[in-house]
T-cell receptor, first 114, second 111 residues
Framework: NAGVTQTPKFQVLKTGQSMTLQCAQDMNHEYMSWYRQDPGMGLRLIHYSVGAGITDQGEVPNGYNVSRSTTEDFPLRLLSAAPSQTSVYFC?????????????FGPGTRLTVT | GQSLEQPSEVTAVEGAIVQINCTYQTSGFYGLSWYQQHDGGAPTFLSYNALDGLEETGRFSSFLSRSDSYGYLLLQELQMKDSASYFCAVSMDTGRRALTFGSGTRLQVQP
């Protein structure tokens, strides 16, 4: 299993540009989440999904959209990039089972907005 | 609002024992998790407590007191590779499967 994969690994955007960060998992996990991590900080929840077709907002959703058309994929879309969105973005997944709170994280996407 | 407090930095020597504390104030509580993150890497799961008491996994143990809104991570027989950031994280309800993280404790292990 590849686990949780994210693309791209690095990205530089200009202010106002839009882009989609890709996330996929091959573990058949129902739950998927997007977090952002700013330097020296913990992770903050952007959006999450409890299954295909179901998404909800987290702590810092403004400026981001998500969709979940399949169990495997959970892309994050930046609508109009701003310098405040410079951060490292992590996607995570977990399954509905005996260890519900073990989340598996992807390697991250390092985004710079100039 | 939600808040999790943990020390920003801890230093210890190889072979020693270190305890990283976490206190939380959240609108709901289902469990406390601990994650390790090396510089430039992704968080990896260490342990989880839903009930009061101690959970042991090899050199790592985690403790929870729900009445005190308090938990800690205990690392024994410290090794250089344990130098990393450690995050406590709260799950606020069983349905969300999403976490609220503390700001992390940077552990430096010295020879």
């Amino acid at each position: 299993n590849a686990g949780v994969t994210q693309t791209p690994k690095f990205q530089v955007l200009k202010t106002g540009q839009s882009m989609t960060l890709q996330c996929a998992q091959d573990m058949n996990h129902e739950y998927m989440s997007w977090y952002r991590q700013d330097p020296g900080m913990g992770l903050r929840l952007i959006h999450y999904s409890v299954g295909a077709g179901i998404t909800d907002q987290g702590e810092v959703p403004n400026g981001y959209n998500v969709s979940r058309s399949t169990t495997e994929d959970f892309p994050l879309r930046l609508l109009s990039a701003a310098p405040s969105q410079t951060s490292v973005y992590f996607c995570a997944s977990s399954y509905r089972g005996d260890s519900p709170y073990e989340q598996y994280f992807g390697p991250g996407t390092r985004l710079t907005v100039t | 609002g939600q808040s999790l407090e943990q020390p920003s930095e801890v230093t210890a020597v190889e072979g020693a024992i270190v305890q990283i504390n976490c206190t939380y104030q959240t609108s709901g509580f289902y469990g406390l998790s601990w994650y390790q993150q090396h510089d430039g890497g992704a968080p990896t799961f260490l342990s989880y407590n839903a009930l009061d008491g101690l959970e042991e996994t090899g050199r790592f143990s985690s403790f929870l007191s729900r009445s005190d809104s308090y938990g800690y991570l205990l690392l024994q027989e410290l090794q250089m590779k344990d130098s990393a950031s450690y995050f406590c994280a709260v799950s606020m309800d069983t349905g969300r499967r999403a976490l609220t993280f503390g700001s992390g404790t940077r552990l430096q292990v010295q020879p």
